[in-house]
């Protein structure tokens, strides 16, 4: 059977209430739990007065006049690599909580506020838990630059309340083709770059380490070698600019 033909015959037999939009053939060594992928999540809140009954399967209800300004300066703390160990559910399994956010855009039209947010990947409740504590920014609990302390804090009491699920939907899963030739990220605690041109024909990345706090060096180097490795590197050369001893 054709690659493109395959959605047609599964949705003959998936329940209505699920549809494969489309169906296409991958290398035999692809692996969607090792490509490079970027998720996005919306978060729906209905922001009125009184209820709308037709939205209450796919949006969260709040009656409270929320700041939508407030909400997205909130939101930039977030955008780029950090420690989300703050907004997942202490009983999450995965042992690494770095994560990296894309963007974040909060929009509205008419009385729907939606959360938009693009990431290399999500801890578990980590979508709604942010929505959950933009939530509270917006109605006033506690000021947009807050969300720092919030990250810097790595407890998950310090953030907000857990947004209900009916409000979330996964929109796209977008896998990477090519791999960019550098892969740069920085905030307060660490600095680096990597570049992965070399990795398809020499099997080699190269890996600058520019500035980093000592607590958290083992972690980005164990992180960012597992993840060259991951993407076909069979070494990877480290530079430490501030040179190191240790």
């Known amino acids: ?54 939205e209450r399967l796919y949006a969260h209800f709040c009656y409270f006049n929320l700041d939508l300004d407030k909400m997205r300066e909130a939101a930039a703390y977030l955008v780029g690599e950090h420690d989300f160990k703050s907004f997942c559910t202490v009983r999450t399994q995965a042992e690494e909580t770095v994560r990296t956010i894309y963007s974040l855009d909060i929009t509205k039209q008419d009385d729907m506020i939606t959360i938009r947010i693009s990431g290399s990947g999500f801890l578990y409740n980590m ?33 907000g309340r857990t947004a209900p699920a009916r409000g979330l939907t996964l929109v796209s899963m977008e896998y990477q083709k090519e791999l960019p030739d550098w892969h740069h990220r920085e905030n307060k605690y660490w600095k680096y770059d990597i570049l992965q041109s070399h990795i398809k024909d020499e ?28 993407n076909g590197a069979e070494k990877v050369y480290v530079t430490d600019l501030e040179k190191r001893t240790g």
């Open 203 to 230: 099997k080699t990345a190269f890996f600058v380490l520019t500035r980093c706090v000592e607590e958290e060096l083992d972690g980005i180097l164990r992180r960012n070698i597992h993840h060259a490795f991951q």
């Open 1 to 54: 059977m054709p690659a493109d033909k395959i959605c047609f015959a599964l949705n003959q037999r998936l329940p209505e209430d699920i549809r494969v939009q489309r169906s296409e053939e991958v290398p035999a060594d692809w692996h969607p739990r090792k490509a490079n992928c970027i998720k996005t999540y919306e978060y729906k809140v209905l922001n009125r007065k009184i209820s709308m009954p037709l």
């Open 127 to 159: 979508v709604r838990i942010i929505a959950g504590t933009l939530l509270e920014v917006g109605m006033g609990a506690y000021p947009p630059e807050h969300m720092e302390e919030i990250l810097d804090a790595r407890d998950r009491q310090a953030a």
